[in-house]
């Protein structure tokens, strides 16, 4: 059986919702991505990192949820099987993994980008990181006008990836008020069911 690992509202949220929509048995291990025992399993402490079975440790969100669209083609979350299908998949994931992603690291954990950490100096790193968003959220924006999936006119492994990326949005001193098609976009996914219980899983609102 496939074995999720997850910390609840992190990045695990997308490969967790895609499991739902796959529908076969899984289990759920919540855990602290710093903790001595999970390091031995992911030495790079972070989430999301899936086992199915006997299989070595996958980790990186991308290859995990591209991992299960392979296994399962019937659920029909990969790509549309063109070429040019196969490149809009990926390059929406890398910008979600390569752009979205990173840009939220410095509003996560200023800390970590300081070598004299103070209270100040967190809140000037945060101003930069809210910058960074405003970049690659507004680019987001724009490309879901009219849209309900980021890529092609049927879901993929990218929505809920997305899903997890804008639901951080919400914990910025403006929300998602800024991104009026990130906002529509995300109450719109707020609403399907495999998301629905997914977050109630992780114990999750909003
Ligand atoms: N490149 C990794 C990044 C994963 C990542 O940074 N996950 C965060 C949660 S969203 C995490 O586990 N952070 C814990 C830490 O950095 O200590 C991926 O795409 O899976």
Redesign the pocket.
Known sequence: MMKLFY?PG???LAPHIVLEWIGQPYELQKVK??DPEYLRLNPL????ALMDGNSSVM????A?LKYLAHKYPEAQLNDDGTLEGAYELDRWLAFL?GDV?PAFFPFF?PQRYLIDDSEPARNSVKEAAYKLIDRVYRHLDQHLENKEHLVGDRRTIADPYAFAMIRWGNLLPNGLSNYPQIDRFYQHWRNDEGVQRAMQQQGIQK
């Open positions: 910390a992190t990045c695990a991505p710093s402490g972070q989430v999301p980790n990186q969100a991308d995990v993994t992603h954990a």
